[in-house]
């Protein structure tokens, strides 16, 4: 069965600071993958996806990034970290059909 | 306007209530539509997706597509204090568009 990582479950940092955030799946190949960050009352906003190994699409223009060296592999990062980037943060996967999204358990960011 | 409207809530119900979470939509190129469950600092969890307008039933839940008005609801029966969650409908059109949750109390 397919099962997807996230870590880590919980991070503090400073303003200011970089970022990175992973993500894992395991049990399937070749997955779609997404970036999503939910605040509180707004809903899930999708911030990257891909499709496959270095490709990478941005539905938000901001201040982080995503990599996807591997082929089960999904990073976020930041170089410089703003208050606003605090939030909930998703990582999901779908094979084939994108309707069936399936998520990971979340990273909570507070940034200071 | 947000492409998906969600009632946010709060919802409290007894235990064994029947529970109505509903959406409104404005893009008639939806095409799928899905509900997520989601617990307290967890990440959601699929319940159901269906594509055509008309009810499926899964256990006690059954989820309802009314294309022609943009409708779409969840319908929990003998409703549970594990039901209390953040329920999320989603919608697909080339990505997903989430609603932004309706979070549901279950009271023993």
């Known amino acids: 069965s397919q099962t997807i990582h996230q870590w880590p479950a919980t991070l503090v940092q400073p303003v200011g600071s970089p970022l990175s955030l992973e993500c894992t799946v395991e049990?399937?190949?070749?997955?779609?993958l997404y970036w999503y960050r939910q605040a509180a009352g707004r809903g899930l906003q999708l911030l990257f996806y891909?499709?496959?190994?270095?490709?990478i699409s941005s539905e938000v223009p901001q201040n982080l990034s995503a990599s996807r060296p591997q082929d089960r592999q999904f990073i976020l990062s930041s170089k410089k970290l703003l208050l606003s980037d605090s939030g909930f943060y998703l990582c999901a996967w779908s094979v084939g059909a994108i309707e069936t999204q399936y998520f990971g358990p979340g990273t909570r960011l507070l940034v200071l | 306007q947000k492409e998906v409207e969600q009632d946010p809530g709060p919802l409290s119900v007894p235990e064994g209530a029947i529970v109505s979470l509903n959406c409104t939509y404005s893009?008639?190129?939806?095409?799928?539509f899905m509900w997520y469950r989601q617990y307290s600092r967890k990440g959601p969890e699929l319940l159901m997706y269906?594509?055509?307008?008309g009810n499926k039933e899964d256990g006690r839940f059954t989820a309802q597509v009314d294309k022609s008005s943009k409708y779409i609801s969840l319908f929990i029966r003998d409703s549970q204090p594990s039901d209390s969650a953040t329920y999320l409908c989603?919608?697909?059109?080339?990505?997903?568009?989430f609603g932004t949750g309706t979070r549901l109390t279950v009271i023993p």
């Open positions: 989603a919608m697909v059109e080339n990505n997903l568009f």
């Open positions: 269906t594509y055509s307008s």
């Open positions: 891909s499709v496959g190994i270095g490709q």
């Open positions: 049990g399937t190949s070749n997955p779609n």
């Open positions: 893009n008639s190129a939806f095409q799928y």
